[in-house]
Every structure is written in C-alpha cells, then in structure tokens.
C-alpha cells in the first residue's frame, strides 16, 4: 500500500498521534542535536539467563534447561518456554522501569499485564508480537509513563528524542545481532536506543535478542548497517509530566 495513503488511514484513526509524530519527524530535521550521547541504563535480556541467549536463539539449548527461569515471574517452565521469544518489548521496559524505580521488574509479571491492555493477542495458543497501541495504553495506565506508538519514525526523530531525554524502542529485524547476515526477515523485535555518536555515525542499542559479550549492552551499529534492519517503526516513552505536577499540585 501507498505509504501515504496508509499515513492518511492512519490519522483518520487516530488524528492526535499522527499529529504529534508528524510535527516530531519536522522538528527533527531542524533542531540542532548535540553530537555525542550515551545514557547509562540497566540491560536485560528477552532469556533470563542472558549468558546463553546464543544458544537459545540457534536451538543449541532447549528454553527448558534455562536455571533463572523462575526469575521471569512464570508460573512453570512450559509458560515461560512459550513466552521468552516474545519479550523483547517487555525486555525494553524493563530496562526503563529499572532505571525509573531502581528495582528489577518480572518479565512475565508485565507481560501478562501488558495483555490485558491489549499489548499482546493470544489466538489458538500462539503469542503476538507486541502491539504497539495495547503496549502504550499499558505503559501509560500502569507506569504513568507516556507512551507513543510511532509508525513512520526516522534515524533523524530518533537522534531528536534522545536529545530530550526521551526513550526510544525501535522495531527491527533480530539479524541486527549480526550486521554481515541477513538484512531482514519477517520476525521482527523491539531494541532500545541508548545513545549515538553523531561524529561517528552509529547509534549504541540494547538489543534483548543479542548475544553475550557481542551484541547486547552499548552494542554500536553505524547508521547505515541500522538502517538496513530499521522497520521505520517504534515507540517513544516519555515523563507524563501533567501527571507529575497534578501529583504536586494535589500534595500527594
């Protein structure tokens, strides 16, 4: 489909948040950003055991035989084998949350949350991706967060975010692991942005998804290798700040 003709399906939905991401994606291409930011955030992997996510992703290992399973708030192993492959959004949060509240939280715990706001779909056993509106809702009601679903974001919004201090999840392919493999494929998963050198064209990401010691924590990419596992897609979280200062107001 066109994709301006789906960015005009999209702002009949929902006129607010096309609005608010189109006048975004204009402020980015003119607002000077600095060249350097790195923020210091708390990484988590998507597998509890982050040491064996290699093993985990290439079936070397069953996601039975992870030992900090019960880490994830699963009831059982069975639950927790069904739901790790699915956790990379959840996985993001986790690391915002973390560096919010400096306590861990339980991936399967939000999850399970996460569904009731429509954030995940179950049919016939099989889990969705995460579904970026039910995702925000969530993050909104639960954490007082705002959350934006962004459907045409650029590496140029992305740079713009970050500069006001604002988180950035971005939808890519999971072969980003590995910049000489696949460009893409149909699975897609969530990384957060951390940081970028703008001299040096690259970003710094924690990906849930990567492997340890390689590809997890401040894992840098160049724009261009980025960019070639980038869905243009992704979402910004953000202080609710009217909340905050009802809260002062209201002395609570």
């Known amino acids: 489909m066109n994709r301006y003709l789906l960015l005009i399906q999209q702002f009949i939905k929902d006129p607010i948040v096309i609005s608010e991401n189109s006048v975004s994606e204009v402020l980015a291409r003119v607002y000077p950003v600095r060249n350097y930011i790195k923020r210091k955030i708390p990484y988590f992997s998507q597998w509890e055991s982050k040491e064996a996510a290699e093993f985990f992703v290439k079936n070397q290992i069953s996601l039975n035989q992870d030992p900090s399973w019960r880490k994830s708030g699963a009831r059982n192993i069975n639950e927790y084998e069904a739901w790790a492959p699915h956790l990379s959004a959840i996985a993001c949060l986790k690391m915002i949350l973390a560096l919010k509240y400096s306590k861990p939280f339980q991936s399967l715990s939000l999850a399970k949350e996460c569904k009731k706001y429509g954030g995940y779909i179950i049919k016939f056993g099989e889990i969705s991706k995460i579904q970026s509106k039910g995702f925000c809702k969530y993050v909104k009601k639960k954490f007082r967060l705002y ?106």
């Open 147 to 252: 959350a934006l679903p962004a459907n045409f974001l650029s590496l140029q919004r992305i740079l713009f975010e970050l500069n006001r201090s604002h988180f950035v999840m971005a939808e890519v392919s999971p072969e980003i692991r590995n910049v000489n493999g696949n460009k893409k494929n149909e699975e897609k998963q969530m990384v957060l942005i951390v940081g970028y050198n703008k001299l040096n064209h690259s970003l710094f990401i924690h990906n849930p998804s990567g492997f340890y010691k390689t590809s997890q924590e401040y894992f840098e990419i160049k724009f261009n290798d980025f960019n070639k596992f980038f869905n243009n897609k992704g979402i910004i979280i953000k202080e609710d700040w009217l909340f905050h200062a009802l809260k002062m107001v209201k002395g609570s």
